[in-house]
Nanobody, 124 residues
Framework: QVQLVESGGGLVQAGGSLRLSCAAS????????MGWFRQAPGKEREFVAA????????YYSDSVKGRFTISTDNAKNAMYLQMLSLKPEDTAVYYC?????????????????WGQGTQVTVSS
């Protein structure tokens, strides 16, 4: 079993930055894919970024490429999402996820474990 807990969300003005953290516990293998998803009010949960738990091969959705950076720190059992140049359309609940799946997994069903989410609100 894997447990995931997100933190770091908050309210920020457009153009600002935030760093989200995902604390992981349990049995996570280096081959696992770790992902970030987000869900805005009234919309479906969507893929944001993914990376191997070992830290290799980050992969991003087109909407965040160049602004967000995903990373892992195995020594701290953590994953991060550094978000720069935030826009009001980035407002959503952000979820971290883990799964024994392909690297470029971008659908919900490809992930086995989920956190409870952290709210990010970007004001204009």
């Amino acid at each position: 079993q894997v447990q995931l807990v997100e933190s770091g969300g908050g309210l920020v003005q457009a153009g600002g930055s935030l760093r989200l953290s995902c604390a992981a516990s349990g049995r996570i293998f280096s081959s696992y894919t770790m992902g970030w998803f987000r869900q805005a009010p009234g919309k479906e949960r969507e893929f944001v970024a993914a990376i191997r738990w070992s830290g290799g091969s980050p992969y991003y959705s087109d909407s965040v490429k160049g602004r967000f950076t995903i990373s892992t720190d195995n020594a701290k059992n953590a994953m991060y999402l550094q978000m720069l140049s935030l826009k009001p359309e980035d407002t959503a609940v952000y979820y971290c996820a883990a799964g024994n799946t392909i690297l470029r997994a971008r659908t919900l069903s490809q992930y086995d474990y989920w956190g409870q989410g952290t709210q990010v609100t970007v004001s204009s």
